[in-house]
């Protein structure tokens, strides 16, 4: 069914010249749509807009009536969008978000981004790389909110609702950018002194074997992070044993921290550990090198300035 529709700012109560060749819908109504297509639940998008889950859900009621679609299926446990209500959610949400993205550049005209940047990324690379220099961020742009969601899953960062992904690695989507934050991450072996107690620290690599080692794998793949170090030129690869797996590095320091066996992490991030003596630094002679974090986001013509100033200051506050 093709169907054209008008999309107005106003109140229900103004008329168009239009009104009698095409039923309008609000731009109030497409933004409660957006945002319950996002998080496909009611009682999410009613305190993302401020408002009430019974006003959000007599808005996508109206919507549905003036598209005469049903846009959700909806049940006493999960929401879910229907064929009609997924099409529309993979068109508008681009286009919602160049409006957006306009009234940013509008507010620029005063030289003071604002505005809220919302910024996926793992746990790591969030501790090493964003918290250390959030706070001078705020400081420095009093009109710009952060919103952070953490996690491992490296995921459509646009339909999510997010302007910003931060990952290992830059392999991306060809819309979108990938700029490096950081140097390459070194990975070294660690482990609580209390965990040699009665056992002997490993002097070479193939020690390693015959110790407990905490092994971790990327989150959903199922593809494990493998123990490689440079040693003399070369890579050497050493397929360890143990019986802790996590798909989380904070997990496997924390464990290491307890003394529950040898960890390989990243240095930056067990920094604090290992100032504090909490780790200690095993087969200091060898450490793997993984790849740097990247920052990226959508391609656009005109970025918008609160993307533009959190992009500038976190790279030029972790240059290497």
């Known amino acids: 069914m093709n169907t054209k529709f008008t999309i107005r700012a106003g109140a229900e109560g103004e008329r168009s010249a239009e009104s009698h060749a095409s039923p309008p819908v609000y731009l109030q109504g497409l933004l409660t749509f957006e945002s319950v297509a996002r998080h496909l639940n009611f009682s999410k998008a009613a305190s993302e807009l401020g408002v009430t889950p019974t006003a959000v859900s007599r808005t996508i009621k109206t919507v549905e009536g003036q598209l005469n679609v049903r846009l959700f299926n909806r049940t006493t446990r999960s929401v879910s969008l229907t064929e009609a209500g997924a099409t529309l959610s993979s068109k508008?949400?681009?286009?919602?978000?160049?409006?957006?993205?306009?009234?940013?550049?509008?507010?620029?005209?005063?030289?003071?981004?604002?505005?809220?940047?919302?910024?996926?990324?793992?746990?790591?690379?969030?501790?090493?790389?964003?918290?250390?220099?959030?706070?001078?961020?705020?400081?420095?742009?009093?009109?710009?909110?952060?919103?952070?969601?953490?996690?491992?899953?490296?995921?459509?960062?646009?339909?999510?609702?997010?302007?910003?992904?931060?990952?290992?690695?830059?392999r991306v989507?060809?819309?979108?950018?990938?700029?490096?934050?950081?140097?390459?991450?070194?990975?070294?072996?660690?482990?609580?002194?209390?965990?040699?107690?009665?056992?002997?620290?490993?002097?070479?690599?193939?020690?390693?074997?015959?110790?407990?080692?905490?092994?971790?794998?990327?989150?959903?793949?199922?593809?494990?992070?493998?123990?490689k170090f440079d040693a003399d030129g070369q890579t050497v690869q050493i397929e360890v044993h143990g019986r802790l797996l996590f798909d989380e590095m904070k997990s496997v320091v924390?464990?290491?921290?307890?003394?529950?066996?040898?960890?390989?992490?990243?240095?930056?991030?067990?920094?604090?550990?290992?100032?504090g003596g909490q780790l200690q630094r095993v087969l200091k002679q060898h450490s793997g090198m993984d790849d740097a974090f990247h920052l990226y986001y959508p391609h656009r013509t005109h970025m918008p300035g609160k993307l533009r100033a959190f992009i500038d200051f976190m790279t030029d506050a972790n240059a290497a």
Not at 206 to 212: G, N, W
Request: with cysteine; proline share 4%.
């Open 254 to 275: 924390d464990a290491a921290v307890q003394g529950q066996g040898i960890g390989f992490v990243f240095e930056d991030f067990a920094k604090q550990e290992l100032a």
């Open 92 to 170: 508008l949400s681009p286009a919602l978000a160049l409006i957006k993205d306009s009234l940013s550049e509008t507010l620029l005209a005063t030289d003071q981004p604002s505005g809220t940047v919302r910024v996926n990324s793992s746990y790591v690379a969030y501790r090493t790389l964003i918290e250390p220099h959030l706070p001078e961020f705020l400081a420095g742009f009093p009109l710009i909110h952060v919103e952070i969601s953490l996690d491992n899953v490296l995921g459509d960062i646009v339909n999510s609702g997010y302007d910003i992904g931060i990952r290992m690695g830059k």
């Open 173 to 227: 989507q060809n819309d979108m950018v990938a700029k490096q934050l950081g140097a390459a991450q070194r990975r070294i072996v660690v482990a609580a002194p209390d965990y040699f107690r009665g056992r002997t620290e490993p002097k070479a690599l193939d020690d390693l074997l015959k110790h407990d080692c905490i092994r971790q794998r990327y989150s959903g793949g199922g593809r494990w992070f493998e123990w």
